[in-house]
């Protein structure tokens, strides 16, 4: 992993932007704190068990998370460019993590620490406006993973992922795909090829 500063915030201030103004002051923290992070397919930015310090916004690129379950990698989401990702117990609470966060595929991050997040929150009231917009919109999205998760028969689960979820279709290798809806491969790529005719 290689780790630069200086980075170019543009598209993550656009987003935190369009949850609120942020102030001149909020910009110019964030481009003195947050850096850059290059990670290479495969690699991880956190193991269960490890206390997550930081915030990660992707400039380019996949991340998952996963949880192991025997011998079993098991996807619980996936996010590509433009997204927030982290360990939401593990930076809220500064506890050891459930989940395992995996580059999907070479990776351009942004990276921001826990405690520069929490000066943040401290010193710039209006950020905690921007932090509860984010928390909302990333619990909407869970709120859409466990309803995938209980949607029977794998068609419908598909079906489900593709109105969904397009933007990663042909993005995502399908056993992640696979993995996040509960299903096997053989079983979703028999489904596939079906619907796709």
Known sequence: MVIQSTPDSSRLFQLLGSLHPLTPEIID???????????????????SGEICHHLYFISKGAIRGFIKEEDKDITTWISIDNEIVTSISGLNDQ???????QAIENSELLVISHADLETLYRNYLEFNIVG????????????????????????????YF?????????????????????????????????LSV
């Open 29 to 47: 923290f964030l481009t003195q704190k947050a850096t850059t992070k290059t990670v290479r397919k495969g690699k991880m930015l956190l193991r």
């Open 95 to 101: 506890a050891p993590s459930r989940e395992n966060i």
């Open 132 to 159: 509860r917009k984010l928390l909302q919109r990333y619990y909407q999205d869970a709120e859409g993973r466990a309803f995938v998760a209980r949607i029977p028969g794998t068609d419908h689960k598909y079906q």
């Open 162 to 194: 593709v109105e969904h979820y397009p933007h990663l279709i042909n993005r995502v290798p399908i056993k992640y795909i696979a993995s996040f809806l509960g299903v096997t491969l053989e079983t979703l790529s028999r489904v596939r090829r079906r």
